[in-house]
């Protein structure tokens, strides 16, 4: 299962690439097809700009992962409904501060989402947090795909003020897309409600079954976003907000984003914060990577943090110098690593003087079918010089994106002040609403065969004029193409990275 989500994530990112570098769909598709396995699932998010390095000497080779509990594998867990009578939702403690809201998870650790009202109903639908994602959209009523008719999707029937712009919107990936309308509408998150054209999707395809969410939130820094919508509206009073994630085997889900300030209860002693290097996606140099205290002897790098994103990817060389510090770990191919189930090798990542370590609950996965443990950092590079830090880094801090002052801090996270379960649902369609069914509160989650991580990617796609579009918020110089974006322009991961998709209005 898990190396199903990582390939996926992996041609995803694969898809932005050749199809910013080679141009047209069809030489995308053929690139594709070359070097990626068509069955992969997930997805990153986060926009690519340049092609990757990694020859077909590192094509993946992902071994399942089993979310464990104080180190144990939890298969025979049955704390957690089967996908098979709906999605698993482990629902986050309630926010109380001001224009704050809770993180759900899928019970995996794989997607972080938050309900979202959207339209003059309020109609709540999960929507993924992406960072590293330019584009929003959620799912239309009018689509029969098979993603749609397991999800609670959105329509003119929902809102009083549902606009159709009449305009198209696409959005590729490496093995499927989504397609739909664009319409305007409000849409609210954490008591801030604006309103905004966004994507509905009237197809998707089916990797899209493998998640909770409805849609995709676009939280990167370019322009037309939601997050830049409550900005021109001057909603807040600092344009910022400070994301937690929870980690399911630690028992309770206080997972929180908030917006305009942070929440001192979240994070102990001061932040650090490292200057962005793109006005249009959250990326940040790197200083080094240490295991055990020792340097791997990586330097000069950049580092695009990604919410969207499962787990952690970077140059195949530097993924090889990391691993040799750790004893016992091997690979087959040069992506991905075994590493012994019992290492204490503590890694950790360095940004502006301060180093912030990687639990091994995160780190190293739960044994597989044969009884061996991989690393969840892979060597796989997407853009030259770039690591992509998505959730397995992110557990472990506080996290502060800044964009006033353009940057982004770590904290060490606080320890929570009480430890309960968090309430666990199964969420099934609905014709008008969600409904759930209470399941008993779990400490640790086991995902269905089906499941996958996040690494999803945002990629040009082709007008209806014949011209393909990059993903940025406006037109295409290099191109001439008249489209308009939907989302924000930068994407990365599911995957997930994770799920940053590239909307093209025509």
């Not at 003119?156 to 919107?169: F, L, M, Q, R």
């Not at 909770?212 to 600092?238: E, H, Q, Y």
């Not at 640790?444 to 011209?467: K, R």
Request: charged share 20%; glycine share 10%.
């Amino acid at each position: 299962m898990h190396r199903v989500f990582i390939l996926l994530q992996l041609s995803l990112w694969v898809a932005n690439i050749y199809a910013l570098v080679l141009g047209s769909p069809e030489d995308q598709h053929t690139a594709r097809s070359q070097d990626l396995d068509a069955t992969s699932k997930g997805f990153v998010t986060f926009r690519l700009v340049k092609k990757a390095t990694t020859s077909n000497k590192y094509k993946p080779a992902i071994t399942p992962r089993s979310p464990r509990s104080d180190g144990q594998d939890t298969e025979d867990s049955g704390a957690i409904a089967e996908r098979a009578t709906g999605y698993t939702v482990v629902k986050a403690q309630e926010s109380t501060l001001e224009n704050s809201a809770g993180i759900d998870q899928d019970g995996t650790d794989y997607s972080y989402f938050a309900e979202v009202e959207l339209g003059s109903e309020a109609k709540t639908l999960y929507m993924l947090l992406d960072t590293g994602a330019s584009t929003t959209w959620v799912m239309g009523s009018t689509c029969t795909s098979k993603a749609c008719t397991l999800h609670n999707t959105f329509g003119p029937d929902d809102s009083k003020t549902y606009n159709d712009t009449g305009k198209d919107y696409s959005v590729e990936y490496g093995t499927g897309s989504v397609r739909g309308h664009v319409v305007r509408d409000s849409l609210g998150l954490a008591g801030l409600s604006v309103t905004l054209p966004f994507g509905v999707a009237n197809t998707t395809s089916d990797q899209f079954t493998q998640f909770p969410f409805d849609g995709i939130l676009g939280l990167a820094t370019s322009s037309d976003t939601w997050l830049s919508a409550v900005m021109d509206a001057k909603l807040i009073d600092s344009n910022m907000f400070g994301i937690s994630l929870s980690r399911n085997s630690d028992g309770t889900n206080d997972g929180e984003i908030i917006f305009g300030a942070l929440n001192p209860d979240k994070f102990t002693g001061n932040i650090t914060y490292s200057t962005t290097k793109s006005d249009s996606s959250w990326t940040i140099p790197m200083d080094g990577i240490t295991i055990g205290g020792e340097s791997a002897g990586v330097t000069g790098r950049s580092a695009y943090i990604d919410t969207g994103t499962s787990f952690v990817f970077g140059p195949p060389d530097d993924v090889e110098a990391m691993y040799k510090l750790i004893p016992g770990s091997s690979t087959s191919d040069g992506s991905t690593y075994n590493v012994p189930c019992d290492t204490d090798s503590e890694v950790a990542f360095t940004f502006s003087g301060e180093s912030w370590k990687v639990s091994s609950k995160d780190f190293v996965s739960g044994p597989n079918g044969d009884g061996k443990c991989t690393g969840n950092i892979y060597g796989i590079e997407y853009v030259s010089g770039g690591w992509l830090l998505g959730d397995v880094f992110l557990k472990n801090v506080y996290s502060v994106f800044d964009v006033d002052n353009g940057r982004i801090g770590f904290a060490a996270k606080a320890v929570p002040k009480t430890i309960e379960p968090s309430s666990t649902t199964t969420t099934t369609p609905t014709a008008t609403s969600t409904s759930t069914v209470s399941t008993s509160s779990v400490s640790s989650a086991v995902p269905t065969d089906d499941a996958t991580g996040l690494n999803g990617h945002e990629s040009p796609t082709t007008t209806s004029t014949g011209q393909t579009t990059d993903a940025t918020a406006q037109p295409d110089s290099s191109t001439g193409s008249s489209g308009h974006k939907l989302g924000l322009g930068f994407s990365m991961a599911l995957l997930a990275s994770i799920l940053s998709t590239m909307a093209i209005i025509v």
